[in-house]
């Protein structure tokens, strides 16, 4: 079976633009988390979206949106990029059923900004 | 807040020796535990995990024990190989309503032959 995979890889973007992210779960996985992880520091939690509906939000500002989907793939998108944008960003999925339950990564899109 | 804290790296080994990363939490509810590892340019990888007090989480001969009373969850290895060679992530699930991962900062192990 496939697991969570990710598009792009990788991504060069300039100050300003917007940048869209995608993730498709694990089958069967109807929750679907965002991370960001800059360069020497663990992942911080970004999004997490159970059922196409929004269940939980990190401490990142509003150009940071997201959405997931009917067959529970989920888009991440970041407005009016900044340097500090630059990170590994990585999606991960679960079941959604219980509580605490083991989270799944995929292989992360790092995204440069300059 | 729940938080994590790990030791600091790089941890540097021969092979076959034993291994230690220190790991420990903050929480004011009863979180599952997890070790994750992460090799270069690669995304995370499950390694192990313990959802109650006294659980043992073992995989690969790794081995975590989740101590409450200590509130640690230290990774130990008997004879690590080169190929074990990336970055451990302690990380804890937050309970409070959904499903959010904590994690620690890593800690980059490097093994020699």
Redesign the interface.
Known sequence: DAG?T?SPTHLIKTRGQHVTLRCSPISGHK?V?W?QQVL??????IF?Y?EKEE??R?NFPDRFSARQFPNYSSELNVNALLLGDSA?Y?C?S?S?H???????????TRLLVL | GNSVTQMEGPVTLSEEAFLTINCTYTATGYPSLFWYVQYPGEGLQLLLKATKADDKGSNKGFEATYRKETTSFHLEKGSVQVSDSAVYFCALSDSGGYNKLIFGAGTRLAVHP
Do not use: C, K
């Open positions: 969570v990710q929750s988390s991370y020497g520091q663990g992942p911080q939690f997490q159970y269940r939980g990190g590994l990585l991960a679960s959604g219980q509580d605490r339950e083991t989270q799944y990564f995929g292989p992360g």
